[in-house]
């Protein structure tokens, strides 16, 4: 199974449209296939961020605020979208592969001022 | 510790806060939420408790720049920034926003925070817009029901990104409303670009839509990017799209199937985002009919069809452009042209306008130049208006477009013959087929002779026979 969440650092982006940062983790019963790979967009866009979870043929996408139509395209095409989540995307990974991420999850380690560093 | 004391201030203003009808958050030093106001928990759609001691960018969602830099920068400097943006809330909606962000201080004037006020301006748009939409309709004037019904379309075409074919007799505000479409439009920002099919060349028509790349064809010393890459995420407005020869609507057709061509000698695709609206005096389904125009960029275009009436069509509005057009040309003439006579109404009223609006503002221009006096008198008219009502007679629109029922003239009724010729499908294959046979009659059956007498060559004067199905 494929995951794609949209990052920003070491943190889930807070904004699906904003995200110039993908990582992309194949996982088995809940076991990490590869290394998950990052990619850089070169442009930042929601509809460029929809044409790479199909051709990456994700089943899930992990992100932060997205906006009703991009979220319904997804879900359209098949793809679970649990959004509003914020949170280490480590961690963020770790809970969807238990398939225990819901969407507007909050995970500690987002208060302190690393995030702007 | 420090969020704690923080807090504790914050609580004596907390229900000053949930009084004011805008969202309000406040940020500690660290940039994380210490409180929201009711007003911004009901906009975000996370209530203060949930969102408390979370770095304030991740409950907010705005489009401020990455990593809060402009929180960053206002804690640091001192100095409030108002801008406008949005945010994503829980709900998936995207709220235009008005920020304004100013630092906090402490009892002993030392950075205690940042204040983030956000202003729904979702409801200012959408004002700007309905005024914007009046400015439009301002510059197509129209009070007729049947302009009344085009601007209704309009809005509800402007909403949409499909297509549209526009379609109507020359001077009918085809351009002005093309143009209106598409500052109403979610790509009002973007690019207008407006392409006369009818004006250019075939291979020069090719090269301006696509553009071509360097050495393309002799004379191409630069790469020229053509009219559909500068019209990128905006609209391109194909004038005279029934002039356009059919290789060309080929092309036109793969562009708006798969939105990428190649441009002119190039061998790279390239992609581009583009409304369409296209416009025509001539009746595609005609053109199509007599396969001059490809049935299916005939449909493709015609997603949403708007056909603006002529302007004899429109009751009352002639009245009210010539009005508005005298008083514009003597304002700008400096003139003190007010009104027109009676009997000037009565012809002006009469009169058929064959080149409809910009033909009656030709006249309003023409009188107010040559007027004299105060109002407008029948001397002060163009001649052509009184030679032409006695000869012509007036068909109307219907009968133009569909010549099969004879329409029974009235009196005072006048016509565009030119107009009507034009329109009506075939005119000009019958006037050639009827040509062919003088020649032949006067030649005495002598093809030679006969294309000479059409200042044909003699294979020219055989395919036409042959196209005609006259041997």
Known sequence: ?117 | MKIASALQNVSVVGELLDGIPHGIAILGTDLCILRMNRFLEAMTGYITEEAKGVYGEFILRTNLGTKNQICAEVLKNGESVATDGNIINRRRKKIPVHFTLSRLHDGEGRPSGVLIVLEDSSVVKVEKMSHHEQTIRTEILGYSPQMERVFELMSVLARTDASVLITGETGTGKDLIAEALHKSSQRARQPFIKVNCGALPEALLESELFGHVKGAFTGAVTETVGMFRLAHKGTIFLTEIGDLSLPLQVKLLSVLDDQEFFPVGGSKKVKVDVRIIAATHRSLRDEVQQGRFREDLFYRLNVLNLHTPPLRERDGDIRLLLDHFLRQFSTKLGRDVTDFSPETIDVLTRYPYPGNVRELRNIAEYSANICQGKAVELKDLPLYLFREETSLVLPSAASIMSSATPRREEPGDVSVSVAAVSSTAGGWTEMEKKMILDALRQSGGNRSKAAGILGWGRTTLWRKLKKYKMV
């Open chain 1, 1 to 117: 199974m494929k995951m794609m969440i949209t990052s920003r650092g070491d943190f889930v982006s807070p904004r699906f449209d904003l995200s110039s940062e993908v990582l992309v983790a194949t996982y088995y019963d809940q076991q990490l296939m590869e290394e998950p790979r990052s990619l850089l967009l070169a442009d930042v866009s929601a509809e460029i961020l929809c044409d790479l979870a199909l051709k990456e043929n994700v089943a899930v996408v992990v992100c932060g605020g997205i906006e009703e139509e991009h979220y319904q395209f997804l879900t359209w095409k098949k793809i679970a979208v649990i959004d509003s989540v914020i949170g280490p995307h480590k961690d963020v990974l770790r809970l969807a592969m238990d398939n225990s991420l819901k969407p507007g999850t909050i995970l500690p380690g987002v208060t302190s001022r690393e995030v702007a560093s």
